[in-house]
């Protein structure tokens, strides 16, 4: 299957914007920092993929939108941000995860496309109060997603036809998928256009709203998408 001039187009545009390579196989997670968010699951799937597999892949890890105050990289001494570096350095992959806020110079709503559109494939992985909306981001700019077999998940990616549910927690199965997804990335991109279909057809109006703002003032902000959030807003 050839390659989706659209979907390849866009993911260049983005990266030239981010400053990222532009053949690496990217993996995406921007449901926050706080533990239920399930980030420290998709490093070590991260982790898991670059020695078991040998796979060339990096990590962003978005922080989740309430946390304007930060812009580009993440620095300073945020407890969960401290935990998450840690946590990559013990496992050998300090250098391939990044960690990045959803606001750039642009406002939010540039910043966080921009990470949706650069990204092959995007790690959805709470384990708790689940929120659909970083699903439904990344089938919007239709890209593959890998999510968690929980409450709010499931309702969003189909098995094997949009992306691929994974037990919670189970950073070997993510690695597995996201093997799957580096190895197949024709097969990656047609899941992706699936998901973009999928998420239309549902008449989401996350999906909905991302097509008719300008990108700059997408809607963020969770709590503004009840229907999809399996709980309240997560604590960063």
Same mark, same amino acid.
């Given at each position: 299957?050839?390659? !989706?001039?659209?979907?390849?187009? #866009?993911? %260049?545009?983005?990266?030239?914007? &981010?400053?990222?390579?532009?053949? $690496?196989?990217?993996? @995406? !997670?921007?449901?926050?920092?706080?533990?239920?968010?399930?980030?420290?699951?998709?490093? *070590?799937?991260?982790?898991?993929?670059?020695?078991?597999?040998?796979?060339?892949? =990096? @990590?962003?890890?978005?922080?989740?939108?309430?946390?304007?105050?930060?812009?580009?990289?993440?620095?300073?001494? !945020?407890?969960? @941000?401290?935990?998450? #570096?840690?946590?990559?350095?013990?496992?050998?992959?300090?250098?391939?995860? $990044?960690?990045?806020?959803?606001?750039?110079?642009?406002?939010?709503?540039e910043r966080l496309n921009?990470?949706?559109?650069?990204?092959?494939?995007?790690?959805?992985?709470?384990?708790?109060?689940? =929120?659909?909306?970083?699903?439904?981001?990344?089938?919007? *700019?239709?890209?593959?997603?890998?999510?968690?077999?929980? $409450?709010?998940?499931?309702?969003?990616?189909?098995?094997?036809?949009?992306?691929?549910?994974?037990?919670? $927690?189970?950073?070997?199965?993510?690695?597995?998928? &996201?093997?799957? &997804?580096? #190895?197949?990335?024709?097969?990656?991109? %047609?899941m992706g256009l699936a998901?973009?279909? !999928? @998420?239309?057809?549902?008449?989401? *109006?996350?999906?909905?709203? *991302?097509? #008719? &703002?300008?990108?700059?003032?997408?809607?963020?902000?969770?709590?503004?998408?009840?229907?999809? =959030?399996?709980?309240?807003?997560?604590?960063?």
């Open positions: 299957m050839p390659v !989706h001039p659209d979907t390849a187009t #866009r993911m %260049a545009a983005a990266r030239r914007r &981010l400053g990222l390579e532009p053949g $690496r196989f990217i993996v @995406l !997670h921007a449901a926050g920092l706080a533990p239920r968010a399930g980030a420290d699951t998709a490093i *070590h799937g991260l982790a898991m993929l670059r020695t078991r597999w040998g796979a060339d892949a =990096c @990590l962003i890890v978005v922080a989740g939108g309430g946390q304007g105050e930060f812009r580009g990289e993440l620095q300073g001494d !945020h407890p969960q @941000l401290a935990r998450l #570096r840690l946590f990559a350095a013990d496992l050998g992959v300090k250098a391939q995860v $990044r960690f990045a806020a959803p606001a750039g110079r642009d406002g939010p709503g921009d990470y949706y559109g650069a990204a092959n494939v995007v790690a959805s992985t709470p384990w708790y109060a689940p =929120c659909g909306f970083t699903a439904a981001m990344a089938m919007a *700019h239709a890209r593959p997603v890998v999510g968690t077999r929980i $409450r709010g998940m499931e309702g969003l990616v189909v098995d094997g036809v949009t992306g691929f549910l994974v037990p919670a $927690r189970d950073a070997e199965a993510l690695a597995e998928r &996201l093997d799957r &997804l580096y #190895r197949r990335p024709a097969g990656a991109q %047609a998901g973009r279909r !999928h @998420l239309r057809a549902s008449r989401s *109006h996350i999906g909905a709203g *991302h097509e #008719r &703002l300008p990108a700059g003032r997408a809607r963020l902000e969770e709590a503004q998408q009840p229907e999809l =959030c399996g709980g309240p807003g997560e604590a960063q």
